[in-house]
């Protein structure tokens, strides 16, 4: 009895150590928003090019973000990388970032989708259209405002306004028509709804080749992944339904996000996580986002998915990425003013 | 005098683990915050407060009919497949409830195979005929209620279970009828049981988030998400926080003041009740009536899960896997015996001194496990992060050298989050299982010269002993199912099998999170058997 106890105080102690920090010689470590799945491949790649190991702790954004703030001066995080601009923007406000200072970085991506300040850096891309059913014919709609038009009652599905995708379209449009005229359009939208927000993007595709409603707002790369994987019949087949139309064309654009990341204050190990920050914004990674799961590239001449091409060409919004950071809160309470829930 | 201090100490020293988050808490709710609750009462909050009392009061009605009435059928009556029910209809146990709720929804939701196969059979369009809205209130109530309900069945059944043949005999002296037996003996006695599951089952049910986010129900704890994530301001978030909490100490002072008043202690001098034997169609109406639970708690949510991991065979069992199976099972064998075994001395402390400190340490640790997991992940985080920067700071200017982190980003930190949350768990088990020991029995022991740790390790802990392996049963089972806390404290490199399914569940890839959805059910199913067969076992050669 005695010597089984301590057998299982030695397995339970020697697991409770195991996950301690191994020191490598070479290694960065990233807290990332983005999925550890979605990271594996582009995080491998790096490591065979550079030999530079990356330690990684997946969770959502705002937590990573706490958990940085409080671990302070000793925080072990050299690379925080999130899903949206907003969260970037929130991490510089909290003064964690330090300036990435890479000429590689400046020259290639457009200064749009970086910092103004040289903070943070967009890394992919990722576009917020409305998509259609053959259903929805009963207007040409081709603005992001068409949707209001009272002829569209009980047409429209879209997720809830707890999620970031809603909450930055929303703040971008307070950047572009004031607040005033963004909650006229979101209370309009929300007398569209064809449902109370439910389910994610794909499940306002899904419900929209179901029937229930025939207009979606919904990001590209969930379509794209739904077609992308014909094994997943049903799912393929709805998609198939979809039209993805570019709003705001001749005006502001289409509403973007970008996935992006910036380098800590505190990072321990600042000249490799530059290192990776370069890898995730070189031709050969920019392929990789569109080919793991359908992102825009943030720059110029990268080869496109032929799926992403097959939507054609489109103009983005060029608001500052930063506005969606700063009009996050302002976009929440407006959001819940209009009943959007 | 020394020896009562001593355990007045130990049992402050583990409240104080539940403590500090809760202070935390309440350090971050001090900014006043006039403008963001001036905008919540306007728009949202009553919603939330109402959201939440509905999913509340619901969960309590269905969970208690399903729990009780499964329970008292199984351990009553002699039917087929009795034994087999006895068991299984624990199995929802080991179903997370987002889980339930991811499957529910690709089998019944509007593009679903069910309504799908409705609009192609009639060719119909959506909107030409009725179908019930999963994604809906009623609907976490009805995912909510067919998870939870172990939790009430697991203790009536033990109660039912401690009843022996004499109560019944009383029964049949007075002239009840079954039925009036059951009201005014079973039940009655079986109460305070019943209500310490109900109360685990309510308080689960107000910090869930992941079924209740999914299906677009604005709970409170959805409002405390969004007050952080959404407004950025985790004054607010906390200060939601402590008004659930008040919830909770409102439903706990409810639990504590019905225990009081029905404090039964069963002489267990006649023997374990006599089954009766049922056959024809009473038969098959108490085999329909267990099956029911097991049915939509388990067979079919798993059913669907076995379906859609069937149609990603080719993703099956990578070397990762196997991992992520130990990290989700190590981590939750070593929380369920460290919890226990806080939770015996907390309440074993109160037993021997009564004193209103002891008793007030009781309900702290009980207070945890309705605190939703992200609100003491950030609790757990934070004073964890301050003591070790604390002791590095003074490290280095007096020693000369750098501690760095030392609990922080760590395994303690994750396993300290879940004893904040899962202690209350255990202790319930434990509580129960000592109050059904008279307190004369530790009174003759003690007069025989035992110490108190003795009469613990001699006496209570054998007598306790099916309690005390439902309370391991079940932390065991919560752990592996923890997400929230788990994905804000976990260190580098660590995953479990919740985090993977959730990960792919929350990109709307159910089919992909079906494997590690599935190994966290046959992961849970192993204690739920092996214990079962314990406690049963230890029933016979007692």
Redesign the interface.
């Known amino acids: 009895m005695k010597k089984t106890t301590t057998l299982v105080l030695l397995i339970a102690t020697s697991f409770l150590l195991s996950a301690c920090e191994k020191k490598s010689a070479e290694e960065v470590n990233l807290y990332s928003a983005r999925k550890e799945a979605l990271m594996a491949p582009l995080l491998e790649a790096f490591t065979a090019e550079t030999g530079i190991s990356v330690n990684i702790i997946s969770g959502k954004a705002d937590a990573l973000l706490t958990r940085i703030e409080s671990e302070g001066i000793n925080s072990p995080a050299d690379v925080l990388l999130t899903t949206d601009a907003g969260r970037l923007h929130r991490a510089k406000s909290a003064g964690i970032f330090s300036t990435l200072n890479s000429s590689l970085l400046s020259s290639t991506i457009p200064s749009q989708y970086r910092d103004s300040d040289d903070q943070w850096v967009g890394l992919s891309l990722r576009a917020r259209p409305i998509m259609l059913t053959p259903a929805s014919t009963q207007m040409e709609i081709t603005r992001y405002q068409d949707l209001v038009d009272p002829s569209l009652e009980g047409q429209i599905c879209v997720r809830s306004s707890g999620n970031i995708y809603n909450q930055s379209l929303i703040a971008a449009s307070i950047e572009a028509l004031g607040e005033a005229e963004t909650e006229n359009w979101a209370k309009g939208l929300v007398a569209n709804f064809a449902r109370k927000p439910q389910g994610g993007d794909r499940d306002q595709i899904r419900a929209a080749a179901a029937g229930q409603c025939s207009i979606v707002i919904a990001n590209t790369y969930y379509l794209a992944n739904m077609l992308a994987d014909k094994d997943k019949t049903d799912d393929f087949q709805a998609a198939s339904k979809m039209t993805v139309v570019w709003p705001n064309q001749e005006d502001r654009g289409t509403h973007v996000n970008v996935s992006g990341a910036g380098i800590l204050k505190t990072a321990k190990n600042s000249a490799n996580a530059l290192k990776l920050i370069e890898f995730l914004a070189s031709d050969t990674a920019q392929k990789m986002y569109a080919e793991l799961n359908y992102e825009f590239p943030v720059k110029d001449g990268i080869e496109l998915h032929p799926i992403l091409k097959s939507w054609g060409e489109f103009k983005a919004d060029s608001v500052e990425l930063s506005k969606l950071g700063e009009n996050n809160a302002a976009a929440v309470q407006l959001m819940d003013r209009a009943g959007w829930k | 005098m020394i020896r009562s201090f001593r355990w007045e100490f130990t049992s402050g020293l583990i409240a104080s683990i539940v403590l500090l988050p809760l202070l935390t808490l309440g350090w971050l709710s001090l900014q006043s915050n006039q403008a963001l609750w001036s ?2 009462a306007s ?2 909050l009553g919603d939330y407060i109402l959201s939440s009392l509905a999913l509340m009061l619901g969960v309590a009605v269905l969970s208690l009919l399903l729990g009780i009435g499964s329970a008292y059928l199984v351990t009553q009556y002699e039917f087929r497949c009795v034994r087999f029910f006895y068991w299984a209809l624990l199995l929802p146990l080991a179903m997370p409830a987002y889980i339930t709720a991811y499957s529910y ?1 690709g089998l019944l ?3 679903g195979p069910i ?2 196969h409705i ?1 192609d059979t009639f060719s119909l ?3 030409d005929y009725w179908f019930p809205e999963i ?2 209130l009623g609907g976490a109530i009805f995912v909510l209620s067919f998870v939870l309900y172990p939790y009430v069945f697991l203790m009536a059944r033990s109660s039912f279970m401690e009843q022996s043949q004499h109560l019944r005999d009383v029964a049949q002296l007075l002239g009840y009828s079954r039925t009036k037996a059951f009201f005014r003996i079973n039940l009655p006695i079986a109460r305070p049981a019943i209500i310490a599951g109900l109360s685990l089952a309510l308080m689960e049910t107000l910090a869930d988030f992941g079924a209740v ?4 129900v ?1 709970s409170f704890t ?1 409002g405390i ?2 007050t ?7 004054e607010g978030a906390a200060q939601l926080a402590l008004l659930l909490l008040g919830f909770v100490v409102v439903l706990l002072a409810l639990e504590t003041s019905s225990r009081k008043r029905a404090a039964y202690h069963d002489k267990k001098t006649s023997a374990p009740a006599q089954r009766i034997t049922l056959s024809g169609t009473k038969q098959l109406i108490a085999i329909g009536l267990v099956s029911l639970p097991l049915l939509l708690g388990f067979v079919i949510p798993s059913a669907q899960l076995v379906i859609w991991a069937a ?1 990603n065979a080719s993703d099956f069992l990578e070397p990762a896997f196997w991992q992520l199976l130990w990290n989700t099972v ?1 981590l939750a ?2 929380t369920a015996v460290v919890a226990l075994s806080l939770a015996i001395l907390v309440a074993y402390a109160h037993r021997l001194n009564q004193s209103r400190f002891t008793k007030f340490a009781k309900r702290i640790v009980g207070l945890g496990y309705a605190i939703p997991g ?1 609100v003491i ?2 609790g757990t ?2 004073p964890l ?2 003591f ?2 604390s002791l ?1 700071a003074w490290m280095r200017s007096n020693a000369g050298f ?1 501690t ?2 030392l609990i ?5 930190a994750l ?1 300290i989050a879940y004893l904040v949350r899962f202690l209350a768990v255990a202790l319930n088990s434990v509580e129960s299982g000592l109050d059904s020991v008279r307190l004369n029995m530790d009174q003759a022991a003690r007069s025989l010269g035992l110490s108190p740790i003795k009469v613990l390790k001699q006496i209570h802990l054998p007598l306790m002993r099916s309690s005390l392996f439902t309370g391991l049963l079940i932390v065991f089972v919560d752990v592996m199912k923890e997400l929230p806390a788990t ?9 479990t099998l919740a985090v ?1 399914a959730y ?2 569940a ?3 890839r159910l ?1 992909d999170a079906a494997l590690p959805s599935i190994a966290i059910v046959l992961a849970g199913l192993i204690p739920v058997i092996v214990l079962s067969r314990l406690s049963r076992s230890s029933k016979h050669t007692s």
């Open positions: 905008h919540l728009t949202v929804t939701d509007v593009a309504q799908s609009r369009s959506y909107g994604r809906s986010s999914y299906f677009g604005n959805t998400f969004r952080w994530y959404g407004l950025d301001n985790v149609e190590m064998g070593i992200i992940a950030v985080l934070i992060a301050y070790d920067n590095d750098s760095g982190l922080s980003g760590t395994l303690l396993v994905l804000v404290l976990k260190p580098f490199n660590f995953n993977r990960e792919l929350s990109d709307e089919a």
